[in-house]
């Protein structure tokens, strides 16, 4: 998955976000997203990490293999 995709994913699922995204092994599929975001407040991080795996439901463990997160609200 390009990055510029999981990018657009991310910040159509969390507007209002701050994402930075790291390409970890240079091969497009292992990623690390970090998405501070007004959605998270409140939220302890298990659920944070479940509503961003929601988000990639479609694609984790397919076209994006490995998605390592960092979340918190602003």
């Known amino acids: 998955?390009?990055?510029?995709?999981?990018?657009?994913?991310?910040t159509e699922a969390f507007p209002?976000?701050?994402i930075t995204i790291t390409d970890l092994?240079?091969?497009?599929?292992?990623?690390?997203?970090?998405?501070v975001s007004p959605a998270f407040a409140g939220l302890p991080r298990v659920r944070q990490h479940q509503?961003?795996?929601k988000a990639l439901a479609d694609v984790l463990g397919t076209?994006?293999?490995a998605l390592a997160l960092e979340t918190a609200a602003p």
Do not use: C, F, Q, T
């Open 1 to 10: 998955m390009p990055v510029e995709e999981l990018e657009r994913r991310l």
């Open 25 to 35: 092994a240079g091969d497009g599929d292992h990623y690390k997203a970090r998405i």
């Open 63 to 65: 076209v994006l293999h």
């Open 16 to 18: 209002d976000s701050e």
């Open 51 to 53: 509503l961003v795996n």
